[in-house]
């Protein structure tokens, strides 16, 4: 892990509110919607080879495949389910998401049932491998854009934040985070969800490839960027 990223973990760092983006000149905001949107449509084609390969999701895209699964609903409308009460959660805890908390929320769900149908993974292990390799850099890339353009973190970030500040410093971000993530492999393991090497995949490499693509793009990684919210929000993003 990098430095940066290990910054960004940091339990002793003060951690701060999300810009507001209200600031904003009206054309910069839609330049910056419209990254926000492209890289949703990135994660979201990602997710959707990961979903093929069948080797697994990360934590909380379990919960959602589970959830769409137990509902008879499409994956795209778990998303939004789980996004939503994730984002009251958020607000309960003295959060303030930023409209791309929303923006990217609809806009995952939409693009993750649109590329779902059209997306084919090659058959036999080898093949779904090399799929979840090209769908972590991709999401990655995605996810790069989605910070980048400043525009609020995804609601399972802003519920980690939120229950840091709760908790207090005897408890890091990180240590948050992977009790959440324990939690939403479980809850979706027992919702029905795909659990594999896949999920191991994509948790262990998406940190150090977020970092690469936010230096490659120009962009440093830190709270006020939303750069947490890269490591999850990339679930068809996040939710």
């Known amino acids: 892990m990098t430095s940066g990223v290990a910054d960004l973990w940091d339990h002793r760092r003060p951690m701060r509110h999300f810009p507001v983006t209200s600031r904003v000149p009206s054309g910069a905001l839609a330049a910056r919607s419209a990254r926000a949107v492209l890289g949703t449509a990135i994660i979201a084609l990602a997710a959707s080879l990961v979903v093929k390969a069948q080797l697994g999701l990360g934590p909380w895209n379990v919960v959602q495949q589970g959830l769409s699964r137990q509902l008879d609903i499409t994956l795209g409308q ?136 936010l230096r490659v793009l120009g962009h440093s990684s830190s709270p006020e960027t939303g750069a947490i919210a890269g490591d999850r929000a990339l679930s068809p993003s996040g939710p």
Not at 143 to 149: M, T
Not at 158 to 181: D, H, Q, Y
Request: include cysteine; glycine fraction near 16%; charged fraction near 10%.
């Open 78 to 213: 778990a998303t939004w389910l789980t996004g939503v009460a994730f984002l009251m959660c958020a607000v309960a805890l003295g959060e303030r998401p930023g409209p791309g908390t929303a923006l990217t929320m609809f806009f995952g769900g939409l693009f993750i049932d649109a590329f779902l149908p059209l997306v084919e993974v090659p058959e036999g292990m080898a093949g779904r491998l090399v799929a979840v390799g090209v769908a972590l850099v991709m999401m990655s890339l995605g996810g790069s854009l989605v910070i980048s353009a400043r525009l609020g973190t995804s609601p399972l970030d802003a519920v980690n934040l939120g229950m840091c500040r709760k908790i207090g410093p005897s408890w890091s971000l990180a240590t948050v985070r992977l009790t959440m993530e324990i939690a939403g492999l479980a809850i979706g393991w027992w919702l029905g969800g795909q659990v594999g090497v896949g999920c191991v995949i994509i948790g262990l490499g998406i940190g150090p490839c977020l970092q690469l693509w």
